[in-house]
């Protein structure tokens, strides 16, 4: 019996022995930048990184570790920017703050990370605002289908005053300061390989296992639309889809091909009902003890990233619907008509979304202000799946 002698000189293993070496030597953050920048297997240019970092952290009066469940390769497909945003305020605050990033979920993901950033374990995370919707159910007025699902709406939405006025203060009781929300596309309908597509109409997913979150607004949206709403765990999702428990699922583009779905899929349908989007949040007593120089780097930061962010949303949907086509899977754009018809069947104009609208808004006059909001556009742009 012979036992396979494996490659150890193949890239990933010379990356990741490199990397854990730069790790011991100069620290994980450096590791990170110099593998994020490509500087990883070039001993001098890995070097100049590191001594970069530690004169960084050195001449810093404040340490920001921000936490994300997200590589930092993960921007290519999902943009959500970490990289750019550590740079970014160590740059807008003059130097006075280093940012110790802790990707790839090192300290958690979701849930688990707002939790921290609440209770000042650590000083900032990215999750999602669905994750958010415990400390402030404003802000699960999101999943009203076709309420601010296309990405310029939903820009639109959360960078208005009505939404400042109806969010932040509550947000902010709970102990937090959102910096930025970040645009990654739609949530769209991914089938599973051997199931039904293309799906145009709420009429091809009747009897369709249809996983999905927590959210009982998401629940109550896939029944109305004639599917079978079936909650799985996030970590038993990829399983689930495989056996067939589900049919399936609901994640942007750039979140299905990041989370590696793009092998067991067949078609995706661009429904843009709800958006699948993130928010990064710091502790706010942290921010509110930083002198007034500081924060406003910080917001300034913020605010950079986010356009940055607006700019990437498109080459970064694109990247992964290429890298998808190669393993099969197919994509299918609604018509004008074809909309209608899932927004007809389960959009946020009916009446049994009124319920959610007075609970979450506080009244109907405070849900028509941010109706308002989403149909009207500012300075920002954002291309639209």
């Known amino acids: 019996m012979t036992t396979k002698k494996h490659n150890t000189d193949e890239p990933v293993s ?12 100069y620290g994980f953050t450096a590791a990170v930048v110099a593998g994020a920048t490509g500087t990883l297997l070039s001993s001098e240019a890995s070097a100049q990184t590191a001594k970069e970092e530690r004169d960084r952290q050195k001449a810093a009066k404040h340490t ?18 970490q990289l750019d945003f550590k740079e970014n305020i160590q740059n807008a605050t003059n130097g006075k703050v280093y940012v110790k990033l802790a990707p790839a979920g090192q300290l958690g993901a979701g849930g688990a990370l707002a939790q921290k950033v609440q209770n000042g374990t650590i000083q900032a995370a990215q999750h999602s605002l ?43 009781a709970k102990g937090f300061k959102p910096l930025w929300y970040v645009v990654i596309d739609p949530r769209v309908v991914a089938m599973r390989k051997g199931g039904k597509g293309p799906i ?145 069947a389960g959009g946020y104009q009916r009446g049994e979304w009124d319920g959610f609208k007075k609970d979450l808004a506080g009244s109907m006059d405070a849900f028509g202000k941010l109706e308002q909001a989403t149909n009207t556009t500012g300075r920002l742009y954002v291309h639209d799946a």
């Open 14 to 25: 010379i990356e990741r022995r490199r990397f854990l070496e730069l790790s011991a030597k």
């Open 64 to 81: 920001m570790t921000v936490a994300t469940a997200y590589v930092l390769g993960a921007s290519r497909s999902y943009p959500i920017m």
């Open 130 to 172: 669905s994750n958010f919707a415990p400390f402030a159910p404003v802000v699960d007025l999101i999943n009203l289908p076709y309420f601010c699902g296309a990405n310029q709406k939903f820009v639109n939405l959360v960078n208005s005053d009505a939404w400042r006025a109806a969010v932040d203060p509550k947000v902010e």
């Open 200 to 344: 145009k109409t709420p009429a091809d997913l009747s009897g369709v296992k249809f996983r999905v979150p927590g959210s009982k607004m998401l629940q109550q949206y896939y029944r109305m639309i004639g599917a079978n709403p079936t909650p799985v765990a996030w970590g038993e999702t990829p399983s689930a889809i495989k056996q067939g428990v589900a049919d399936a699922l609901d994640p942007a583009v750039g979140a299905l091909h990041v989370f590696g779905f793009k092998d067991i899929l067949s078609w995706v349908t661009f429904s843009q009902a709800v958006p699948d989007s993130q928010v990064y949040s710091c502790n706010l007593e942290w921010f509110k003890g930083l002198p007034s120089d500081v924060q406003a780097g910080i917001e300034f930061a913020s605010e950079i990233s986010a356009q940055q962010n607006l700019a990437k949303v498109p080459a970064a949907r694109n990247f992964a619907m290429a890298e998808m086509r190669k393993a099969g899977v197919q994509f299918y754009s609604l018509s004008k008509a074809e909309l209608g018809e899932w927004t007809k």
